[in-house]
């Protein structure tokens, strides 16, 4: 519509400027795109079929010839050459060929056509460059979670292309990468998770609407944020060790390698950090080590241990019940490393038996102690040994456990015992007394007269006395006879006494000295001089 409503205008001028000026139809100009390396068309004017003698020409700074519809006249380049009577065709366009170009129509009068030709290169050679990141065997980049990454996208295009960003995260549309601005660079600061995904770099030739784009996949990495946690415990079913190791929260998941410590022989290696081992290749306190590793974790890895142990029990040796009563063994595990099962068997065969629970036997686990209960206990069935089991992947620990059932004994029993035992003595006693009852009646009244003597003493003497009363009739002798077998210790006492006396008062007259001589004789020497003085005497 615009071109058809200026058409008439250069008419007008040309018919009525001919003369005036000889290139008047600047207004009538065209623009016509073309792509390196395409062939392109410029129509002079719009005029389609006969015409007349059509002469083209650069007109960049000054006209230059290029083709003429005279054939006698040679085109200045074989890419140039006439189409559809009056059109300049030229082939495999360079950035070179970009400019104004003019052709003159000569018929009835010359005419003039501007047509302006602008040459688009590209975009080609697409390139999206993502720094500070790792690459995966596959190819595939990845970056670590809270790095900074640079993303740039470079491209060959004339005139330079506009760059737009898209970005698409899994399962999800693709959209616009930032606020709609197109930037052939930019960078992301904290990466996040939300920031993995397909980034897309779009260069658009604005000339040409030419446009091409580059999908670059990049993933974000991010380490366990704790350490390594890891444990042994009994694989179930089996009776096997089974070695865990945990590091939650990375992506993707870590790998964990497990060894021997020291040594560092390896146990096994996974991204399970699972490892079960057979009782043959345990001992008590051995140690395995756990090493976790992650793509974007710390290089050397990090570690946790695990160091194994066989259980020690700690239970009393014996015990006693009666007869229709209840008995509590427990049995304290500790040092067991996975812990321990604990069992609670009878040895009344071979192999023992193990207790079921019943509600003869009461069984409780509370942790790495065990309790079992006898309820009414029974002589024939419960008296015997009970062992108590607590066994490890790393080993196995037995306590044996006597019982002893008693009859139960109640306190009437005791007492009517005991007032039996009494009556018993009394009865004895009296029959004693009935036998020997006139000694016993002598003895008495003597008893009273030596009174300072004590009553074993009294029973004691007593049997002899009957000896020598047996032997010796006369009563009142045999008396002061007693008496003088019973004192000769004092007696003797009492005359070692006097004969020092006597000896220091004979001292006295040969020493001729006064009171102090007496008085150190008496105190300080008188042991000894009682001992020397005893053989002349
Ligand atoms: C350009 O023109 C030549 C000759 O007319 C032709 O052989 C060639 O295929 C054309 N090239 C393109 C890209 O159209
Ligand atoms: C050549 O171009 C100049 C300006 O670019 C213009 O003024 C002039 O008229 C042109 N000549 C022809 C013959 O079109
Ligand atoms: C074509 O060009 C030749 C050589 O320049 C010239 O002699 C001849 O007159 C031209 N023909 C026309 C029709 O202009
Ligand atoms: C062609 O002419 C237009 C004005 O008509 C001018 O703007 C442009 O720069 C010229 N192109 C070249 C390559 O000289
Ligand atoms: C000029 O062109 C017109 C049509 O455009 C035509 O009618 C006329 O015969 C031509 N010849 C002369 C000599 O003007
Ligand atoms: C490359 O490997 C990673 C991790 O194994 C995977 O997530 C990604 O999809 C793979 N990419 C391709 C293109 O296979
Ligand atoms: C982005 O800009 C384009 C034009 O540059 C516009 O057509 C489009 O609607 C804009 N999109 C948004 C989301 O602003
Ligand atoms: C990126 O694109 C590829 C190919 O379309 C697709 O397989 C992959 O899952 C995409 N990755 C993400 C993170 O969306
Ligand atoms: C225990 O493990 C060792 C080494 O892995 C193996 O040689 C042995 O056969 C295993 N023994 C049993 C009883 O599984
Ligand atoms: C034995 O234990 C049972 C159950 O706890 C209880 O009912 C019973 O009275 C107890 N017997 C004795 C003698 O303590
Ligand atoms: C039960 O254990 C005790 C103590 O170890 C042992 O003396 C006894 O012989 C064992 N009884 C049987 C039947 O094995
Ligand atoms: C206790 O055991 C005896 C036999 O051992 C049985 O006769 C009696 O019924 C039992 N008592 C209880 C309360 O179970």
Sequence with gaps: MAAGGRAPAPWVLLCLGALLAPWVSAGLEAVVIGEVHENVTLLCGSVLGPRGLVTWYRNDSELVFLLSSNSSLQPADPRYSLANAGSLHIETLSLQDEGNYTCQEVLNETRWFRVWLQVASGPCQV???ISSTGTLPNGTLYAAKGSQVDFSCSSSSWPPPIVEWWFQAPDSRTEPFGNNWTASSFKLFLMSQNLQGNYTCLAKNM??????NVTT???VYSPPPSV???WAEMSPGTFMLQLTCRWDKGYP??????TEEPGGVVVGKSQLGVERLNQSQLSDGKKFKCVGSHIVGPESGTSCMVQIRSPSILSEPMKTCFVGGNVTFTCQVSGAYPPAKILWLRNLTQPEVVIQPSSHYVITHN???????????????????YVCRAENPVGLREVDIWLSVKEPVNIGGIVGTIVSLLLLGLAIISGLILYYSPMFCWKVGRTFRRQDMGDVMVLVDSEEEEVEEEKDVAEEEEEEANERVELPKEVQKHSHIHRVTALVNGNIEQMG???QALQDDSGEQQSDTVQDDDRPV
Excluded: A, K
């Design 127 to 129: 390139e999206v460059n």
């Design 207 to 212: 000339l040409s609407g030419r446009h091409r």
């Design 217 to 219: 996949e990049l993933l």
């Design 228 to 230: 390594p946690q890891c």
């Design 253 to 258: 998941d870590p790998n964990f390698l497990w």
């Design 367 to 385: 942790g790495q102690s065990s309790t079992l209960t006898i309820r009414n206990c029974s002589q024939g069935l419960d008296e015997g040994y």
């Design 513 to 515: 000295n006064g009171l």
